[in-house]
């Protein structure tokens, strides 16, 4: 059974069954709430950018170049990645592809499409989420998003949602709990919430808005949750 570790923000870490290592929106060295700094990482095997903000995208390439890893991103992410010598797999929204891990799907996001470290702006994306089945489970990483009715066509697809809580900049805890209703996971994890004062929030709000319709799993830095 997949094992994800929380890392603050909207960082994780996915490990299968057969060991294979994946990172979500690597952010470890400048961000002022994870529990570990990119050096102590490991071995990662893939990295997933569901878009290309600084605090998404600023540890995926040096991590890439560290540890080979394959970068799964959009195309235009992947394509400036491999300006800088990373390899990856270019996807784009709605469109998923068979990995030695499993299935990795982009799922639309609502945010912006800068990219960190492109000085031109020549590879300004869409941002995105992904739908990942991994041993037996799907788990739906929403990225940064305001709540969106394209939601609804993941009810019944998703056993663990992902979501954004910290309002500001994405959904806050009220849109957050009714994207909770329009998919229907058995569990959901708040993330993107508490890294700085701008996006302060209470798990246990969240919680209470949340109520019977899914198990909220509230995961500080450093926590593992198996599915």
Not at 89 to 107: E, Q, V, Y
Not at 215 to 225: A, E, L, R
Request: aromatic share 8%; proline share 7%.
């Amino acid at each position: 059974m997949a094992r994800l570790t929380f890392h603050g923000q909207s960082t994780f870490t996915i490990e299968t069954d057969d060991g294979t290592r994946l990172v979500i929106d690597p952010f470890f060295d400048d961000n002022p709430v994870s529990d570990i700094r990119r050096s102590e990482v490991g071995a990662v095997d893939y990295i997933l950018c569901t878009h290309g903000h600084f605090d998404h995208f600023v540890d995926a390439i040096p991590l890439a170049r560290e540890t080979g890893a394959t970068l799964i991103s959009t195309f235009e992410i992947v394509s400036f990645a491999e300006t800088q010598e990373v390899q990856g797999h270019p996807l784009h929204i709605g469109g998923g592809h068979d990995f030695p891990f499993g299935r990795a799907k982009m799922t639309p996001a609502i945010h912006g499409g800068q990219v960190h470290g492109d000085a031109t702006g020549q590879f300004t994306t869409v941002p995105g989420g992904f739908l990942l089945h991994i041993d037996g489970k799907r788990i739906y990483h929403a990225g940064d998003t305001a709540l969106t009715l394209d939601m609804q066509l993941l009810r019944g697809k998703v056993d663990v949602a992902i979501l954004p809580i910290g309002d500001n900049f994405t959904m806050g805890p009220e849109d957050a709990a009714t994207a909770v209703g329009f998919i229907e996971p058995a569990v959901v994890i708040p993330m993107h919430y508490n890294t700085w004062p701008l996006i302060e929030q209470d798990p246990e709000h969240f919680r209470a808005l949340v109520g019977d319709r899914a198990h909220v799993q509230v995961m500080s830095p450093g926590d593992v949750y198996a599915p």
